[in-house]
């Protein structure tokens, strides 16, 4: 993804600033995890992203105007493209919850480690259904209802998880709702507002951004997750306690999903 394609005959040319962007956070989160022994070193790498992020907008408006932008950054001035990437990355950031759910149902309600990845595939199933859903809802209500719709079904369930679960096959049933509400937030909706608002020769750059932002968020989430965990942790084991805190950031999450699609500027046709 570093290097972008001319629209002439030639080699690709390759935008540097974007792999030291893409080197730099992860590099960041991994020493997080040891707390303040590499403040100095974290710090250095917000920098160089910051300053990298700065050099590479500076290089993309300087392209010429046959070499293809690795953004369209005429598309990033608009409020509404930008609120869809943020979505994008919450979305991310909750698809990234699925990595938890056999260590989930392992601690909290005993099943073998060999068996408990069998749980995944409710959710996956949900997942499916979610994605068929979404397409339904998106053209029979629109993409915003589709989106607050997904995100609280996500926000609830997570919720229930909290302070109701009491055992593993209402969990199956919860998790495969999880499923259905993920799937529909991850599938149509953000991919057609992001397609609709670039024209023909953008169009696919602007997917391309929206795909970014997500996997970013499902690289972030991990680190959210497990400090989360971390803090509900007692006498250095972690338990349901724990595993409620991580539900409850889930909830938050897509809590604040609704309220940047109750707040995104849609045109009336993208509604």
């Known amino acids: ?21 893409c080197s730099c956070p992860p590099i960041g989160v991994t020493l997080g995890q040891y707390g303040g022994t590499y403040m100095g070193v974290i710090g250095l790498c917000l920098l160089l992203v910051m300053a990298c992020g700065v050099l590479f907008i500076w290089r993309e408006r300087q392209l010429a105007a046959d070499i293809m932008p690795f953004l369209p950054i005429g598309l ?28 989930y149902v392992h601690v909290v309600f005993g099943m073998p480690v060999r068996r408990a990845g069998m749980v995944m595939v409710g959710v996956g199933l949900g997942s499916i259904i979610g994605s068929w859903l979404g397409g339904l809802l998106v053209d029979n209500k629109g993409k915003r209802f589709t989106l607050v719709v997904s995100s609280l079904l996500i926000g609830v369930v997570s919720i229930l998880i909290t302070f109701t679960l009491t055992s593993l096959p209402m969990f199956r049933v919860l998790s495969l709702a999880l499923g259905i509400g993920l799937g529909a937030m991850m599938s149509s909706p953000l991919q057609v507002i992001a397609g ?3 024209d023909s020769a953008n169009r696919m750059r602007a997917m391309g951004g929206l795909s970014a932002t997500k996997k970013i968020g499902t690289a972030i989430a991990p680190l959210i997750f497990a400090t989360a965990i971390e803090v509900g942790k007692s006498g250095g084991q972690a338990g349901l306690p724990s595993f409620r805190n991580m539900f409850m950031v889930a909830a938050v999450i897509a809590l604040l999903a609704v309220l940047i699609t109750l707040f995104i500027p849609l045109k009336a046709k993208d509604e």
């Open 196 to 198: 609709n608002m670039a």
């Open 1 to 21: 993804m570093a290097c972008q394609p001319s629209l002439r005959r030639g080699p690709a040319r390759c935008h540097s600033p974007y792999l030291f962007q």
């Open 76 to 103: 990033l001035k608009r409020p509404a493209y930008s609120l869809t990437l943020l979505l994008g990355a919450l979305g991310g950031m909750l698809f990234s919850l699925f990595v938890y759910i056999p260590t």
